[in-house]
């Protein structure tokens, strides 16, 4: 089982970010191995598409 943690800051704990501060968020680390599912999900939805949806939805992927 998964188990996530969430934190909520309080709104007297959040600190302002001056606007030449670049915020700094962590990096979440991701496997190629791990897209290969996702993206063979999306090529199979393209296949419910009319030619148009399926040409726009393909310039995304």
């Given at each position: 089982k998964?188990?996530?943690e969430i934190t909520i800051r309080?709104?007297?704990k959040?600190?302002?970010c001056p606007r030449h501060e670049?915020?700094?968020t962590p990096a979440t680390p991701?496997?190629?191995e791990a897209l290969i599912p996702l993206q063979k999900l999306i090529e199979q939805d393209i296949?419910?598409?009319d030619k148009t949806?399926?040409?726009s939805l393909q310039r995304h992927v």
């Open positions: 998964l188990l996530l309080k709104a007297d959040v600190r302002s670049v915020p700094q991701v496997v190629v296949l419910g598409l949806n399926q040409r």
